[in-house]
């Protein structure tokens, strides 16, 4: 996600305001082989706003453990009254509820597996997982199919779930299965900071039937089929680790880079071709900084949303609340999490820094490539520096200054994004200027090659860097990333 760091350098003290079808050409069709596959055919009610969805899922137990049930995160529930975790927090109530507050939320209708029904279950921390139980036991790289028919009833709201002012996101609409690591499924709540989302790669195969009036921008080109009333928009997408859509009356601009197709939809944009091209350059600086984007298609979506973008593998929100310089700003930081999240994953509840580092780094990498952008890496460094130095000046006594927390460690989402992008670049910038561009740059490729399409670790990060720099890195990253004591002597 990006938040508004245009607030925190003018006045860094104020609160935090936050495949074509099919495979792709490099890696993800054959990474794709063995993964779960996702098929979900929902429709959309216009008048109601709900999506009605029949949801296969064909589990591919990828674990070295027996499984004797599944859990499904069930995102949507974190809107609906009276729930435990909400997705923003009180302050942003007004931001993302323009209109008054509106609440949505799932219906799990149903529950089969391999053709069997049984009652839903619903549990976790806030009744957002649903937890399905295997007759037998699944054993490792075996299958089973478990189907599930629901409904989301989608809150009026500027948020990742949310229809607005004519546009619908469905952002982590359907039940997700959790990561199952350390003897436990990961059922972590929607927390409010960050971005609480955490899922193994799959293929994903989804249809979605709307009024013929929407565009589906879709994770991955949709084909599209017309009736008198209404438009079946399907997309494909192989080893993906999520999927979302939006629905709403667009206009489009495309281009191609790299081979892959760049697709902008908006409805107020006095430039498209300007955040178009941002979009396509910013595809191909990083492709060849970091890595081949494996996807065949990058759509990204002007939308209304409370922060300032959100990304999805294929698919990218960009706040329709923003503008100029800054809007571009979101499409660079959203396009490199394709690289950071999309293809490498992490767990952003335990270790969000990971991702929103290294794009917020990217973003200023993207820039010193390509100057005629006008943006200057060493002033974006610098703003990070300033900005940083005048939170912990602030906050002095009671800094934390860690930066590799649990999302609802963090007592603000201030302190959150300080620590996970804005220390973040001052550290990427330090690390840098110590082991030199060439180990750097090599390291940079070494973990998304090392890391593709799966799940890293600090370690896995720091263990790229120390073998291209051949030397300990320990002390470097403990002293930034654990440090909890504000030391600017250092810089
Ligand atoms: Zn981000």
Redesign the pocket.
């Known amino acids: 996600?990006?938040f508004f760091r245009k607030i925190l350098v003018v006045a860094a003290l104020a609160c935090v305001c936050v495949l074509g079808v099919g495979c792709a050409e490099k890696g993800a069709g054959d990474a794709s082989a063995n993964l779960s596959r996702y098929t979900i055919d929902a429709v959309f009610d216009d008048a109601a706003k709900t999506l009605t969805a029949v949801q296969s899922v064909e589990y591919v137990n990828n674990y070295d453990v027996e499984l004797n049930d599944l859990y499904f995160h069930l995102y949507p529930a974190a809107y609906r009254e009276g729930a435990r975790f909400t997705p923003f927090n009180e302050g942003d109530a007004a931001g993302a509820f323009p209109n008054g507050k509106s609440y949505g939320g799932i219906e799990i209708k149903s529950v089969k597996v391999n053709g069997t029904a049984q009652t839903p279950e619903i549990g976790g921390q806030d009744e957002d997982i649903l937890i399905v139980k295997f007759a037998d036991c699944l054993m490792p790289t075996s299958r089973t199919t478990v189907e599930i028919e629901y409904a989301v009833k989608i809150p009026e709201a500027r948020h990742r779930l949310g229809h607005y002012d004519g546009v619908v996101n469905l952002g982590n609409f359907y039940p997700v299965a959790c990561v199952y690591e350390n003897g436990e499924f990961k059922s972590d709540p929607y927390y409010s900071n960050g971005d609480p989302f955490y899922s193994q790669a799959a293929n994903y195969d989804v249809s979605i039937t709307a009024p013929i009036k929407y565009t589906a921008a879709m994770s991955g080109l949709s084909i599209v089929t017309d009736t008198k009333d209404t438009r079946k928009s399907s997309a494909m997408l192989l080893a993906a680790r999520d999927f979302a859509v939006v629905l709403g009356e667009f206009k489009q601009k495309t281009t191609t880079a790299d081979g892959a197709g760049v697709y902008y939809y908006y409805r107020d944009d006095v430039s498209p071709d300007v955040s178009l091209g941002i979009a396509a350059a910013a595809l191909k600086t990083f492709n060849s900084m970091f890595g081949k984007y494996p996807y065949a298609t990058l759509s990204v979506v002007q939308t209304p949303f409370l922060n300032s973008g959100m990304?999805y593998p294929g698919l990218v929100y960009v706040s329709d609340r923003e503008s100029g310089e800054f809007y571009r700003d979101v499409i660079v930081?959203?396009t490199a999490?394709q690289w950071w999240y999309g293809v490498v994953g992490n767990n952003q509840v335990e270790n969000a820094w990971l991702?929103?580092t290294l794009?917020?780094y990217s973003a200023t990498l993207f820039y010193e490539a390509n100057p005629d952008y006008g943006v200057d890496y060493g002033s974006r460094i610098a703003d990070a520096l300033t900005a940083y130095a005048l939170f912990c000046d602030f906050f002095e006594e009671n800094s934390d200054t860690s930066m590799n927390r649990r999302l609802p460690d963090f007592k603000t989402p201030h302190e959150y994004a300080m620590m996970t992008y804005t220390k973040g670049q001052v550290m990427m910038d330090s690390l840098r200027k110590t082991i030199g561009d060439g180990a750097f740059f090599a390291a940079l490729k070494k973990y998304y090659d090392d890391n593709y399409l799966k799940i890293a670790a600090p370690d896995n990060l720091i263990g790229c860097f120390e073998s291209a720099a051949k030397r300990d890195l320990s002390q470097f990253f403990a002293t930034w990333i654990d440090g909890k004591v504000v030391t600017f002597n250092k810089y």
Do not use: I
């Open positions: 996600m990006k990304e930081h959203e999490h991702d929103e794009a917020e």
